[in-house]
């Protein structure tokens, strides 16, 4: 079947759809972007992705080009005409198409957006999360506004590429002091106890919406969650250890480094809380 893209007010077929060369994200990577899944062909979790979205456009001063309205049904046009039901909807926002230059072109600069969708293996996805994944880790090495959502992933990209030629999945960064930040791509978790902790969200990781819902998740399943940082000694010596991600929901990781983390298959509270996941998020 052949896939739409949805870029700046049409909708093109995938293979052709372009950017134009001077296009602030190209050059600059001058833009944000979000990651929203799609279940049973509704949006999860949309008014936390969008907020998330506004927040991210207003630190970096970028409008968005379209009401939020107008994003909403543009965001179910492209998940209709790509005829996804279980998947992601991906979305960027530039600053749009000027001559090279690094300070803001002129505000008649209209931002660029782009919208793609495309089918996740949901259950290649759960055979995944039955066995676990293994991680490796990085000196964190990003800048410090890593809470913003940006399409500058270069640190992000080198990490994963580094655990894929380590026969793993995910890499965690390590701040200087020897504390998780996050995943390339994921928050980063641990069980010790009856606890589940993670970094907290103010500083130095982007507040995964994930990460959001499963807080009310941990409540619910009688688990105390302590946001706090910590180290991968501590990761190691945990009961569990798993990543989230609207991509991948609660992963299980059974491997740091290739040290085996707890017996070293994916341990009950992440499994709990994977299964349970899809109760506490807002369909849409
Ligand atoms: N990644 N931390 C980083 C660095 C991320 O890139 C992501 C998401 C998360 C988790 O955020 P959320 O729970 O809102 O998906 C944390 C997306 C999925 C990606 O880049 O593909």
Redesign the pocket.
Known sequence: MSRVAYVNGRYLPHGGAMVHIEDRGYQFSDGVYE?CEVRGGRLVDERRHVARLERSLTELRIRLPMSIAALGVVLRETIARNRVRDGIVYLQVTRGVARRDHAFPSSDVVPAIVVTARSLDIAGNERTAEEGIAAITVPENRWDR?DIKAVALLP?VLAKQAARERGAKEAWFVDRDGFVT??????AWIVVGNTVVTRPADRG??R????TVLVDAIAAEGLTLDERPFTVAEALAALEAFS????LLVMPIVRIDDQPIGNGAPGLVASALRRHFHRFAEFS
């Not at 996050?182 to 928050?187: Q, V, Y």
């Not at 995964?208 to 990460?211: A, E, L, N, V």
């Not at 989230?244 to 991509?247: G, K």
């Open positions: 990651v890593v992000n996050e995943g390339s791509s994921t928050n990781i982007l995964g919406i994930t990460r989230t991600a609207a991509s």
